[in-house]
C-alpha cells in the first residue's frame, strides 16, 4: 500500500512538512496557487532532502517530479523511504 499526503501551501511551513513526510517515505504531493512559490519550493525542498541524504540520514534517491495536465499547481516528491512499509 503506497502512503501519500497532500501539503497546502508551498510557503516555510509547506516545505518543512513536505520534507519530514517525504523524508518518511510518504509521496508527497505539494499544492500553491502561485506558481513562483512552487517553483522556489520545488528547488528548496529538493535541495534540502538532497543535503540529508549527503548526511546520511536518507538511504534512498529521491524524485520530484510535475504530475500531468491540469495539475499545474501541483508537484510530487518522495523518497522510498527508511521506514518499512511506507512508498
Do not use: C, N, Y
Not at 499544492?31 to 517553483?39: A, G, M, R, S
Not at 538511504?59 to 510530487?76: E, F, H, L, N
Request: net charge negative; proline share 3%.
Amino acid at each position: 500500500m503506497s502512503t501519500q499526503v497532500a501539503v497546502i501551501g508551498a510557503g516555510l511551513i509547506g516545505r518543512g512538512w513536505a520534507i519530514v513526510f517525504a523524508r518518511a517515505g510518504v509521496t508527497v504531493r505539494l499544492h500553491d496557487v502561485d506558481e513562483q512559490q512552487l517553483t522556489l519550493a520545488k528547488g528548496l525542498v529538493m535541495a534540502s532532502l538532497f543535503d540529508l541524504q549527503d548526511a546520511g540520514l536518507i538511504d534512498q534517491p529521491v524524485s520530484w517530479t510535475t504530475p500531468g495536465a491540469g495539475a499545474s499547481r501541483d508537484i510530487v516528491g518522495s523518497t522510498a523511504g527508511r521506514t518499512p512499509g511506507l512508498a
